[in-house]
């Protein structure tokens, strides 16, 4: 079976930095995607990571740990438009994508 | 570029009524989904299709029909509306979703009363 999960809402302040965890149990699993969804809108792509270890894109950075089924997104310097809900999603045999219940980040000026 | 692009965007229905979405992409993908989003339980998987004329059940598939006659459309068919079926619907498409991204269409916001 598949199960992902997030912490459903957390806050942080423009400026900071914060963390979003997400732990998976899935099987056929080849890696981890990130995306960003604004309210209203569809989910947008931020990262992937198929190989244990910090992948770093601008203000977001995206880890890995393939043994302890745990991944985390990094967002620096927070932005008023970093509001937003972030989806972890696991790939299911290479057939489709299985996503977790999102975690809402309210950033507060 | 269009990319994944879905109709209707929103849409009211009576219980019992049919209706069908329709999703159609131009980046020439093999791999087409159907989700529906509730609040607090993220995107859930209704059908899948890895190809033309193939199609595949995901985890909430009750309720729901689907067809890929074309590679380009996926359509997604609601038989009997229920209540229950009141969702935000999202089609995407991957290359193999082994290694790529999915792109999301703008959402199909139906109500059914």
């Known amino acids: 079976g598949q199960n992902i999960d997030q912490p459903t809402e957390m806050t942080a302040t423009e400026g900071a930095i914060v963390q979003i965890n997400c732990t998976y149990q899935?099987?056929?699993?080849?890696?981890l995607f990130w995306y960003q969804q604004h309210a209203g809108e569809a989910p947008t792509f931020l990262s992937y990571?198929?190989?244990?270890g910090l992948e770093e894109k601008g203000r977001f950075s995206s880890f890995l740990s393939r043994s302890k089924g745990y991944s985390y997104l990094l967002l620096k310097e927070l932005q008023m438009k970093d509001s937003a809900s972030y989806l972890c999603?696991?790939?299911?045999?290479?057939?489709?994508?299985?996503f977790g219940p999102g975690t809402r980040l309210s950033v507060l000026p | 570029n269009a990319g994944v692009t879905q109709t209707p965007k929103f849409r009211v229905l009576k219980t019992g009524q049919s209706m069908t979405l329709l999703c159609a992409q131009d980046?020439?993908?093999?791999?087409m989904y159907w989700y529906r989003q509730d609040p607090g339980m993220g995107l859930r998987l209704i059908h899948y299709?890895?190809?033309?004329?193939?199609?595949a059940k995901g985890e909430v598939p009750d309720g729901y029909n689907v067809s890929r006659l074309k590679k380009q459309n996926f359509l997604l068919g609601l038989e009997s509306a229920a209540p229950s079926q009141t969702s935000v619907y999202f089609c995407?498409?991957?290359?193999?979703?082994?290694?790529?991204?999915?792109?999301f269409g703008q959402g199909t916001r139906l109500t059914v009363v």
């Open positions: 995407a498409s991957s290359y193999y979703p082994g290694n790529t991204e999915a792109f």
């Open positions: 899935t099987s056929g699993f080849n890696g």
């Open positions: 990571n198929v190989l244990d």
């Open positions: 999603a696991a790939d299911n045999y290479g057939q489709n994508f299985v």
């Open positions: 980046m020439n993908h093999e791999y």
């Open positions: 299709s890895v190809g033309e004329g193939t199609t």
